[in-house]
Nanobody, 116 residues
Framework: QVQLVESGGGLVQGGGSLRLSCAAS????????MTWYRQAPGKQRELVAA???????NYADSVKGRFTISRDNAKNTIYLQMNSLKPEDTAVYYC??????????WGQGTRVTVSS
């Protein structure tokens, strides 16, 4: 089983930056890809960015050019660098691990609030 722990959320002014971290432990060899999702109040959870075990990345159109997903294999950690934050980026951000068996493991979430 894989365990995920997110950190790095908080309150930031519009235009500011935050970096989220997601540390994985357990059966990390079974992870095919790691993904960041977010869920704003009253909205459905949406994919923000993903990175495969091979390093390929993809992003939601709403964050392209502002957010960067990366990984540190030595630390079993992925990051989401968020720049030029907007109030509409306010949400709970979740890290997810997609296993080769087709299951998804979720972290507990970290809240990001962007003030205008």
């Amino acid at each position: 089983q894989v365990q995920l722990v997110e950190s790095g959320g908080g309150l930031v002014q519009g235009g500011g930056s935050l970096r989220l971290s997601c540390a994985a432990s357990g059966s990390i060899f079974s992870i095919r890809a790691m993904t960041w999702y977010r869920q704003a109040p009253g909205k459905q959870r949406e994919l923000v960015a993903a990175i495969t075990s091979g390093g390929s990345t993809n992003y939601a159109d709403s964050v392209k050019g502002r957010f960067t997903i990366s990984r540190d294999n030595a630390k079993n950690t992925i990051y989401l660098q968020m720049n030029s934050l907007k109030p509409e980026d306010t949400a709970v951000y979740y890290c997810a691990a997609n296993s080769i068996a087709g299951t998804t493991i979720w972290g507990q979430g970290t809240r990001v609030t962007v003030s205008s």
